[in-house]
Every structure is written in structure tokens, then in C-alpha cells.
């Protein structure tokens, strides 16, 4: 949420808080002089920076913001003005360093460090763009000769990750800070500070549709104090197409040119129906429901995800998942989108990743086997008629006693940590989660 309203992030706040409360305390050292706040567009990073510029400004701590979108020359520009209405004086940049720097950059290092030296100071960084190479090295240099700056406080934003991997020593002194969607309670109180009297129907719909980010709750609290009624159809319709326009056309897609936007935008829908994706899954994906883009190879497969994330940051790797996946909260509205304009496709793409995941499980074992069947179950929850998904479940917990201990631990574990796939079983949770008990004993 890039607007006025702020709600949660205590947890970020008393991070920041407690590295301002150091910075003035002379007789303590930063011992993570970077923070960078990451997150996809309109998740909140600005609003943040804000909240950060307020304390400065309530503590009387000098600060500069910079917005790294505007271009290296310009960042530089905005750093060196800034600091010299603090009435700092800049002399002419000399030194060692400069041979490898350029101008710009030597400039706005000997500014900051010139302010620094006057007591404290807090550098504020928005619109990082992480796949920008020359900008991440840009950023790089500037904070390797920094870092000995010990009254110099920096917090950079940017939409994904960035990866400072030239020099060690600068990705030793970040800390991340991964924004994610506002919980049930802050939404709650963020439609509290909006003033709309909502009835509950309508906010439940609010909850539902935008999941907690930010942006969407935005553009839909605005929409309906224009009027708009969520609970009549032709309006919801339009609702839903705001939606599309305002958060997915003119922020997320917001790098590629016109023409680009509508095939990478169905795209992204297609591959926000899985929860993750490898590349063997991307590719019978792509070559099932979007051949126009399809690769000659199943090697060239490999480089996708890297195209879309720099061209989108909202494809990337989970770990935990051990496969890609659209960021969250805009996944959810692609969902959205295409539950409500294509339900037939919706049900269909559904019922063909059902049907992989169950191949796929019955040719490996342990914690794969395990990945794919809960995968399975999840999507048969969208396409199987009740009966038939009561039969599915019965089937599966039939089948575990078969596997491993370890396998069956395995599995229990991540379906009760599993919310999402609850949600989706609804009333069936609770039989999979009693016959999972069962097991235990």
C-alpha cells in the first residue's frame, strides 16, 4: 500500500526502531547497518519508508530519500541536494577510492559520509529495482564505502530480493525483511481507519477477494465508496476488473511495454493455478494451455522463470516448496480472476494438475511422493464432485499406512500446517485430518 493508511508491521517497526534508538546511542555500533525491505508491488514497502521518515523526523535524525527507479545519475543527485540542505558543505571529491567510482557515486559517498561524521544520519532507498544489474553494483559500491560509517543508518525497498554478491562484506551488514499480506485482525483495522461502514457480508467479500494486500484493499475500498456494491453482480464484475487494471495491468506488469502486458499476464494466471512448479511442470503446462510459449527445447525452459521475474518480480524459487512460485498475494487475485471470467478453464486446469501430481506421485518416493500427493489433493478438492473427493481421501489414507514412518509423519505434519489446503477440503478437512489422527496410534 503505497498510500496514507498504515497498519501492522510491528514486528519491522521495532526492528527499525531499535536500530535508531542505537544510531544515537554513541557508545553502540549497528551491527546491521543495512535493512532491506522486499515485497511485491503494493504489498507496502513504501508506506513503511514513510514510517521510518516520521521518526527521523521526530527524533531530529537527519535522513535522505532517494528513489532509485529515477536512474543512477539522478539517485546520486537527489543524495548530494538532499544532504546539502543540511547545510553540509561538500568540497571537491579527492581521494584513493575515486579512480574505481564514477563521479556521481564518489560524490554521493562523500556527501553521506560528511553527514554521517556530523553526528547520525538515515539513508532511505525506494524503488530498488533487483534485477537491474548496473543499479544493484551501483548500490553495492556505495554501501562498501559506507559500512565504516557506524552512524549511518540505510533502508533500501525493492519488489524482490536483491543480490549484493560482488562484495561479501555488504551482504553480511543487511538484514531482510520480507513484507507478506496483512493478517485478518489489521485488516480489519485497516477498514476501521477507512471509514466506510461496511456491513459484514462486504467485508468478509473484501477479505476474501484481496487476502490481506494492501493495494487491492486500496483500489477496492475506494471503489466502493464510489458507489460500487460488491453483492450485486454487474458491479462485482467491475470490481473485479478494477482489480485487474489497477493492481495487475498498471503495477505488477507495470515494466513490460503495452503490447507485452496481455501475454504476460495470461501467462502468469496460467501458472498461478499451481501452488509451485518445477520445469518439468512448466513445460507441460505451457505446451497443454499456452503454446505461444512454447521453447524449442526443454532446456530453454530453464531460463523462464528468470525472464519473469525480472520482468514482473512475482515469479521466484521457495525453498520450502522446492519449486517456483507467483508471490502470493498476486496469485491469489489472478485466481480470482480466472475463477470468476473463466470457470470452465478453472475447473479444467484443475483437474489436469490432479491428474499430474498423481502420476508423478506414483513414480518416486519419500518426501516427493509425499509433495505430490498433498499437491493432488488440493487440486481434486476444485474439480471432484463431494462423493468423489470423500472417495479420493478415503483412498489416500488408505494408502499411507503402506509408506515409511518417516513418510507418514511427514505428511501429517504438512497437512495440519497446511491452511490453504484445509481451506479448500472445507467441510472434508476435518474427515482427513481425524483419519490422519488415526495413524498416530
Aim: net charge negative.
Amino acid at each position: 500500500m503505497e498510500g496514507e493508511l498504515f497498519v501492522n508491521r510491528e514486528v519491522e517497526l521495532h526492528l527499525i526502531e531499535e536500530a535508531l534508538q542505537t544510531l544515537q546511542d554513541r557508545q553502540r555500533l549497528l551491527r546491521t547497518p543495512v535493512v532491506e525491505l522486499c515485497g511485491v508491488r503494493g504489498i507496502g514497502k513504501t508506506a513503511l519508508l514513510r514510517q521510518v521518515q516520521q521518526r527521523c523526523q521526530a527524533a531530529d535524525v537527519p535522513f535522505i530519500w532517494a528513489e532509485a527507479g529515477l536512474g543512477e545519475s539522478l539517485l546520486a543527485h537527489q543524495i548530494v541536494e538532499q544532504v546539502q540542505r543540511y547545510r553540509v558543505e561538500l568540497g571537491r571529491a579527492e581521494g584513493e577510492s575515486m579512480e574505481p567510482l564514477d563521479p556521481g557515486l564518489w560524490r554521493a559517498v562523500e556527501a553521506l559520509r560528511m553527514l554521517a561524521q556530523r553526528g547520525r544520519a538515515v539513508l532511505l532507498v525506494d524503488a530498488v529495482e533487483a534485477g537491474n544489474e548496473r543499479q544493484v553494483r551501483w548500490l553495492e559500491a556505495l554501501l562498501r564505502e559506507l559500512l565504516k560509517e557506524y552512524s549511518l543508518f540505510v533502508v533500501l525497498a525493492s519488489p524482490r530480493l536483491v543480490s549484493f554478491e560482488q562484495e561479501r562484506s555488504v551482504a553480511r551488514k543487511i538484514t531482510v525483511l520480507e513484507l507478506g499480506p496483512l493478517d485478518r485482525p489489521s485488516c480489519d483495522v485497516y477498514l476501521q481507519k477507512v471509514g466506510l461502514p461496511l456491513e459484514a457480508e462486504v467485508r468478509e467479500l473484501i477479505f476474501s477477494w484481496t487476502r490481506g494486500y494492501p493495494l487491492a484493499m486500496e483500489v477496492l475500498t475506494e471503489a466502493i465508496r464510489g458507489g460500487l456494491d460488491p453483492r450485486q453482480p454487474a458491479d462485482r464484475l467491475q470490481l473485479l476488473q478494477l482489480l485487474t487494471e489497477r493492481v495487475i495491468r498498471q503495477e505488477i506488469l507495470k515494466k513490460l511495454s503495452p503490447e507485452k502486458r496481455s501475454s504476460y499476464e495470461g501467462l502468469l494466471r496460467l501458472l498461478s493455478v499451481p501452488r509451485r512448479f518445477n520445469l518439468l511442470l512448466l513445460q507441460e503446462l505451457i505446451e497443454q494451455f499456452a503454446p505461444e510459449w512454447a521453447r524449442e527445447s526443454p532446456l530453454a525452459y530453464f531460463f523462464l522463470p528468470r525472464e519473469l521475474s525480472d520482468r514482473t518480480d512475482v515469479v521466484r524459487w521457495h525453498l520450502d516448496r522446492a519449486g517456483y512460485a507467483v508471490e502470493r498475494p498476486v496469485r491469489w487475485l489472478f485466481l480470482l480472476s480466472l475463477q470468476v471470467e473463466q470457470p470452465e478453464q478453472f475447473t479444467t486446469l484443475h483437474r489436469w494438475l490432479a491428474a499430474f501430481n498423481q502420476r508423478l506421485a506414483g513414480r518416486v518416493n519419500g518426501s516427493d511422493r509425499i509433495r505430490y500427493l498433498r499437491e493432488w489433493l488440493y487440486h481434486s478438492a476444485f474439480c471432484l464432485e463431494p462423493a468423489a473427493l470423500v472417495q479420493g481421501i478415503e483412498e489416500l489414507l488408505a494408502t499411507l499406512p503402506w509408506e515409511t514412518a518417516e513418510a507418514r509423519v511427514q505428511f501429517v505434519e504438512e497437512v495440519r500446517q497446511d491452511q490453504e489446503l484445509q481451506e479448500v477440503l472445507g467441510e472434508h478437512a476435518q474427515r482427513l485430518l481425524t483419519g490422519l489422527q488415526a495413524l498416530e496410534h
